[in-house]
């Protein structure tokens, strides 16, 4: 005897609605079930707002891909990155471990230099973040990026985010 959820659709005066059905047994001092409690909630705004985050994640992929772009994301908080699954294609990464420097294995020295000092004053500056450089493929290619971005501060104006898009300008 677990507790038991599941969702269920039924149908309400107002329409369909989801509920969030849950059975949780009560044991006797034996530890036998020895009745069960129903509860139900209802979340069909809440799956609404899912399905509707699903379909604009999957327009933003669509749209990411088709204008060869690529979405990243650097959290000075935590002190890790992320990228998007089409800035790793774009960057011929397989798999990108958050690790922000990773870029700089990517570039030459001297466009790493280029992109540290750009976010230095981008991040300064209250700025935006712009940098143009060549990324060499794991087969040998080089493809040129473009790639912009801007930061978010707290209160006492410390940057806490920067978050941006890189385009394949090849």
């Known amino acids: 005897g677990e507790v038991t959820r599941y969702d269920v659709t039924v149908q309400m005066s107002a329409g369909l609605e989801t509920i969030d059905f849950m059975l949780a047994p009560m044991r006797g001092e034996d530890g036998g079930i020895t009745h069960l409690i129903p509860s139900g909630v209802l979340i069909s705004d809440r799956k609404k707002a899912e399905a509707a985050l ?14 060869s772009m690529g979405v990243w994301a650097r959290d000075y908080v935590r002190g890790d990155a992320y990228w998007s699954p089409e800035l790793c294609r774009m960057l011929g990464v397989e798999h990108f471990d958050g ?16 992109i540290r000092r750009r976010v230095d004053e981008a991040l300064a500056t209250r700025g935006q ?8 493929l794991p087969d040998g290619q080089v493809r040129w990026m473009s790639s912009r971005g801007r930061a978010h501060y707290d209160e006492t104006g410390r940057p806490t985010r920067m978050f941006g898009v890189t385009a394949e300008v090849t």
């Not at 699903?54 to 204008?67: K, T």
């Not at 973040?129 to 060499?136: G, I, L, N």
């Open 54 to 67: 699903r379909e604009s994640e999957e327009r933003l992929h669509l749209a990411l891909g088709a204008a």
């Open 99 to 114: 690790r922000p420097e990773r870029i700089g294995e990517l570039v030459s020295a001297e466009d790493a230099e280029m």
């Open 129 to 136: 973040f712009r940098a143009e450089f060549a990324v060499r």
